[in-house]
């Protein structure tokens, strides 16, 4: 199993800077893609970044250039960073992980942060 617990959520105003952080424990050397994903009220889950235990990353096209996906192994943590950001950018963020299990793959949520953006 592995654990996620995020932080760095909050309030920010539009063209401003926030950075999420998302830490893994548990049987994290069966973690192989960790990623960002978003829900806004009323809308489904998508999307945002992730990046591969080798470091492919993946972008939403409403992000690039705005946001960067970055990993770090020793921490097992993997980070957000938000700039120029937008009220549409507003919504609920959860960190997610897909690991190895059983000869198979499952994935953990984490229990996501609240982002918010006033125009």
């Known amino acids: 199993q592995v654990q996620l617990v995020e932080s760095g959520g909050g309030l920010v105003q539009a063209g401003g800077s926030l950075r999420l952080s998302c830490a893994a424990s548990?049987?994290?050397?069966?973690?192989?893609?960790m990623g960002w994903y978003r829900q806004a009220p009323g809308k489904q889950r998508e999307l945002v970044a992730d990046?591969?235990?080798?470091?492919?990353?993946n972008y939403a096209d409403s992000v690039k250039g705005r946001f960067t996906i970055s990993r770090d192994s020793a921490k097992n943590t993997v980070y957000l960073q938000m700039n120029s950001m937008k009220p549409e950018d507003t919504a609920v963020y959860y960190c997610k992980a897909v690991y190895a299990r059983n000869s198979n793959y499952a994935w953990s949520w984490g229990q996501g942060t609240q982002v918010t953006v006033s125009s």
């Open positions: 990046i591969t235990s080798g470091g492919v990353i």
């Open positions: 548990g049987s994290i050397a069966s973690i192989g893609a």
